[in-house]
């Protein structure tokens, strides 16, 4: 979860440089000019005398775009990879910890200017067997590329607090997108085929979580076989990992118990859709109690800092929550949403190509419909939404935990006093400000279609559109249907489309949709005429496949960038991913089993599973 104000991603600026500049005084100067040199247009490269000649170049995959999205070709170099949080004419610091209420970042001197070297000219040098690498320049705001002849370590700080790290291999990159893949296999024949999963860190310890339970439903009728009841589930953390790791925990058996007891009380085990709504919203807001004020119970009567340490973190963290319950007797899909991760919908449409339809709404203090839901809740209070965010701080306006925003100011100000805890904000006057109940949609699945879902938290809509995500599902299908893989059996009643553009339509609904804007487009515009010059198929696991095109795709520079940025760098530019895809039909094979699918899963996670340690899904009968 997103906790600074985001601004914008801006195209690459990478130039590389061969070696690096000694001073007489031995102390080393920036590999790269500063962002206020590179605005200028004049390339800049450090020389190494024992090393060789310094030489520069300016790469760039993308032209200029004018002020209504058109691209443009032009001789302008682009300008550095920037910070989502970048500021202009502002150096943005990362604080070393979170503080309440969202405050992530000063913004510094903005006359400062770190000193450049001039320009070098000299005859190129055979450095032998001395190896060439590539490095990242990460400045306070920006990102360069660049290459390091020589041996030794390259990791260090340079003069004007820019550090150089090198960077990441193709190969290496791909291991690290792939570390935490998993793939399953549903061969259950209940309208599941498959679903795919991905995380990758930005923080350390990364703050998504996720969940997926299968539970199997023992029909009234003693002929009838049972029926499926399937979770899914991604839980997007913020100011900490607690609340999410307790999600995964806990949230699909407190929905799951209330759905049974729904389900029971009702005739023919058939209850109304309002009950259902309303089970699945029970089990969440029972489950946020328990986090948030039955805690607190808990640790006033123990009196005990190890206690309150233990009960207390879930509460003071936060975490959005998206979850999907999939019954495989009526086909209907319920997906409930706390915050602003996000569902997606695509359906194969008459023409071939993918439709792409939102099963949820971000819900932040920039949605006009939960401002107004708070402020109706908390009327004559001026700064209940400011600046989008609740009481000017927290960004979505549901969410787990948070209790800073939902405990009374006396409350929080006696457990800060007696254990631990976060200051209040002064706007505090009403709580709480934010719930945990979600809001929840219906969608009739059609399985005979090959329909599939996304669910991901928002690190990968600031990226990408959801008609992009649909679309780039859309193409790794037909890579499928087209490949002698294992993958291909269940794909193959789906004809091989387009080699190039992304099979998706475009739809008015979706760009109405009330969901945010992806940072990127936002910066750059409309996407060109042919999006597969930006995006790959590479990955035999879906979810792998959207998060490396969320991080450039072809752009194997960009991609190998982003990954190669340590924490907490790294959240300056991208924020924790999770993603799961499920794929829905019949096609698949119906042995009842849920078998690992290990070309798509990291081989770590095969092995546990093939040790019994990790077995996917648990099927417990209710």
């Excluded at 970042?105 to 400062?112: I, L, Q, R």
């Excluded at 699945?445 to 991901?456: L, S, T």
């Excluded at 094979?589 to 290990?598: A, H, R, S």
Aim: glycine fraction near 8%.
């Amino acid at each position: 979860m997103r906790r600074a104000a985001v601004k914008a991603l801006r195209t690459s600026y990478q130039c590389t440089c061969r070696g690096l500049r000694v001073s007489s005084r031995g102390s080393p100067l920036p590999l790269l000019q500063s962002s206020k040199a590179a605005s200028s247009g004049s390339p800049t490269a450090h020389y190494n005398p024992r090393l060789g000649t310094a030489t520069a170049r300016y790469l760039s995959s993308t032209g200029a775009r004018d002020s209504s999205g058109t691209h443009h070709h032009s001789n302008a170099r682009p300008e550095p990879l920037r910070s989502s949080m970048y500021v202009r004419g502002a150096f943005v610091t990362l604080l070393s910890g979170l503080v309440a209420y969202g405050a992530w970042y000063n913004s510094g001197d903005s006359n400062s200017e770190s000193p450049v070297a001039s320009t070098t000219s000299a005859t190129t040098t055979a450095t032998g067997a001395v190896p060439t690498r590539s490095v990242l320049v990460i400045g306070a705001d920006e990102l360069h590329t660049g290459t390091f002849v020589g041996d030794g370590p390259i990791s260090k700080t340079t003069s004007d607090n820019e550090r150089v790290v090198e960077m990441l291999s193709p190969e290496q990159a791909t291991r690290k997108l792939r570390q935490y893949e998993q793939s399953v296999y549903v061969n259950r024949g209940q309208g599941v085929l498959r679903y795919d999963v991905a995380q990758l860190p930005s923080n350390d310890p990364i703050e998504d979580d996720h969940a997926e339970k299968i539970v199997e439903v023992p029909n009234k009728a003693p002929s009838s076989d049972p029926s499926d009841w399937m979770f899914w589930g991604v839980f997007d953390g913020h100011s900490g990992w607690t609340t999410s790791a307790k999600l995964r925990q806990a949230l699909i058996s407190f929905v799951a118990r209330e759905l049974n007891e729904t389900y029971k009380s009702s005739p023919d085990l058939i209850p109304s859709a309002a009950a259902v709504e309303s089970a699945i919203k029970t089990g969440f807001t029972r489950l946020d109690d328990e986090i948030v004020h039955q805690s607190v119970q808990r640790v006033l009567k123990s009196n005990n800092r190890l206690v309150a340490a233990e009960h207390l973190a879930p509460a003071l963290s936060g975490s959005c929550a998206l979850l999907s319950f999939y019954d495989s007797k009526s086909k209907l899909l319920r997906v409930a949403c706390t915050g602003d991760s996000r569902a997606v919908l695509g359906r194969r449409s008459e023409s071939g190509k993918w439709t792409a339809t939102a099963l949820s709404t971000d819900q932040t203090g920039s949605n006009p419909d939960e401002a107004a839901r708070l402020r109706k809740l908390h009327p004559g209070e001026e700064h209940v939404v400011r600046h989008g965010r609740v009481l000017g701080g927290l960004e979505p306006t549901r969410a787990f935990g948070d209790a800073s925003y939902k405990w009374s100011r006396e409350l929080s100000e006696k457990l800060r006093e007696k254990f631990f805890g976060r200051s209040v904000s002064p706007l505090l006057k009403t709580p709480p400000y934010v719930t945990a109940e979600p809001v929840v949609t219906t969608t009739k699945i059609e399985p005979e279609k090959g329909d599939f879902v996304v669910m991901a938290t928002d690190g990968l809509w600031e990226m990408l559109t959801n008609e992009e995500v649909v679309g780039l599902v859309g193409k790794w299908i037909e890579s499928q249907a087209g490949s002698s893989s294992k993958s291909s059996g269940y794909f193959s009643f789906l004809q091989k489309g387009s080699k190039t553009a992304l099979p998706v339509e475009s739809s008015e609904s979706e760009k109405n949709s009330g969901n945010k804007t992806p940072i990127r487009q936002r910066q750059w515009g409309a996407t060109g005429t042919d999006p597969m010059e930006r995006f790959v198929v590479q990955d035999k696991n879906v979810a792998t496949h959207l998060v490396r095109n969320a991080l450039g795709g072809k752009n194997q520079e960009q991609v190998s960038a982003l990954l190669t940025l340590p924490s907490p760098f790294s959240r300056r530019y991208r924020d924790d991913l999770t993603v799961q895809v499920i794929f829905f039909g019949y096609d698949g094979p119906k042995t009842g089993e849920i078998v690992v699918n290990k070309e798509a899963t990291a081989a770590a996670l095969a092995a546990a599973a093939a040790d019994g340690n990790k077995t996917g899904p648990v099927k417990p009968k209710l």
